[in-house]
């Protein structure tokens, strides 16, 4: 039976701890209304830039460049992994990484190569325990308070780079869309080959193309590569404040409900010691 | 004057989205302007000044870096790496990435690294003529 001192220091702890994560509930409250914002500004960029793609894809025959059509192996597939910087938001970074984690496996029993390119140091400690090996690299954002398309750019050519050499066939990038706080969806993407959305209108339309068309999609596709990494990290971002809401919620309540029984058993002991000394000053007042 | 959409979007935000009568487009190619049922045409941009006629007396001048200018059936859509408003451009900003392009030409040091950084200071000097004019 823990003494009622014991009991005190054991209910003013638990407060302390609500008062943290209703905070930190707030403060993500606050920071997924910023970074929602952002996601959907840019939507219309990648949405604009996917018809374009559409467009130009469709009036391409045969083999257009490489970043298009792949380069007609997939042995060595490279998982971009993005995650957060920082942990207590629920399940958000570990369902991405079962999401890899999966992919992973089942690209190994297949026979092929992986290889693995990290955003996000939370992903990278989660893979690190079982993948060590096929991590090629680790990219951390954790200095940036907001996602900039300057901060993406630089992921995107790195993997052209990479492509460039010859270090993978194919690529896929891993985060999570934003579909409201209580859920964000684990999602993989494909990079290199591009997956080309359908229904581009095809060429009905003679486009002119200047300079020429294999100019403008050698462009093009790089630019969509940094697009794609940056709209997944806008997602990212915005689904991890969502989790950590949801998940700091859920604290918060659970504390509150702690404090209610801790608070009520305190009180208990605290009477059964009043009667206690009652029923002993009354019964050595008798037997005077 | 007959009217027809346009779209100027950059990674961060939709920038103008409406009915338009002109837009003046710096292509890599050369200057042009979009009018209704302009031909379809794809182009890269380079570094320069989009001029947008709303109306007779209302016109907006916004500096674009880098992209692509799509000129469709269904009007033109300009997808820029970069924008802003002239309003807002700092001579400061410009000056500072002229002396950044300067220094990447001094480090160039394939060919095809120096050609693409003499492109970009011969494109922001244009532009820095064309926002003191």
């Known amino acids: 039976m823990p003494s009622l001192k014991d009991l005190r220091n054991r209910i003013a702890s638990v407060k302390a701890t609500q008062k943290i994560t209703k905070a930190m509930q707030m403060v993500a409250a606050a920071k997924l209304r910023r970074a929602q914002q952002a996601a959907e500004a840019a939507r219309p960029y990648a949405e604009r830039m996917d018809t374009v793609l559409a467009n130009l894809a469709s009036g391409v025959s045969g083999d257009g460049p490489a970043l298009l059509t792949g380069n007609g192996k997939s042995e060595v597939h490279l998982l971009v992994v993005a995650t957060a910087e920082r942990g207590l938001c629920g399940g958000f970074n570990s369902s991405i990484v079962r999401l890899a984690r999966e992919r992973i496996l089942a690209l190994q029993s297949e026979g092929k190569t992986v290889k693995i390119l990290c955003i996000g140091k939370k992903g990278y400690d989660q893979l690190r325990r079982q993948f060590e090996k096929q991590i090629v690299d680790l990219i951390d954002l954790r200095a940036l308070r907001q996602i900039g398309f300057e901060n993406a750019d630089p992921i995107g050519k790195k993997i052209i780079a990479m492509f460039d050499r010859g270090e993978f066939d194919v690529a896929t990038l891993f985060y999570s869309k934003f579909r409201s706080v209580i859920l964000q969806i684990p999602t993989a993407q494909q990079l290199i080959p591009a997956e080309v959305p359908a229904g581009g209108e095809a060429s009905t339309a003679a486009y002119e193309y200047e300079p020429g068309q294999d100019e403008i999609l050698a462009t093009l596709l790089p630019r969509n590569i940094s697009v794609q990494i940056f709209r997944g990290l806008l997602e990212n971002a915005a689904s991890e404040q969502g989790a950590r809401m949801s998940a700091m919620d859920n604290a918060t309540r659970n504390a509150g409900e702690m404090i209610k029984k801790q608070t009520t058993i305190y009180n208990r002991s605290r009477q059964a010691m009043i009667t206690k000394e009652l029923i002993e000053i009354i019964s050595g007042a008798e037997a005077l | ?133």
């Open chain 2, 1 to 133: 004057m007959a009217t027809f959409h346009f779209e100027l979007v950059s990674p961060e935000k939709l920038l103008f989205s409406g009915e338009v009568e002109a837009v003046v487009v710096p292509g890599v190619e050369g200057q042009f302007t979009v009018m209704k049922d302009h031909a379809p045409v794809m182009t890269v941009l380079k570094a320069g000044i989009v001029e947008i006629d709303e109306a007779p007396n209302k016109k907006s001048r916004l500096f674009v870096r880098g992209g692509f200018a799509d000129v469709a059936a269904g009007g033109l859509t300009l997808l820029a790496e970069q924008a802003t408003p002239l309003e807002q451009f700092d001579s400061a900003r410009l000056a500072q990435e002229i002396k950044n392009a300067e220094e990447d030409l001094a480090d160039a040091t394939s060919d095809e690294a120096q050609k693409l950084a003499a492109d970009k200071l011969d494109q922001l000097n244009e532009l820095k003529a064309a926002v003191a004019a």
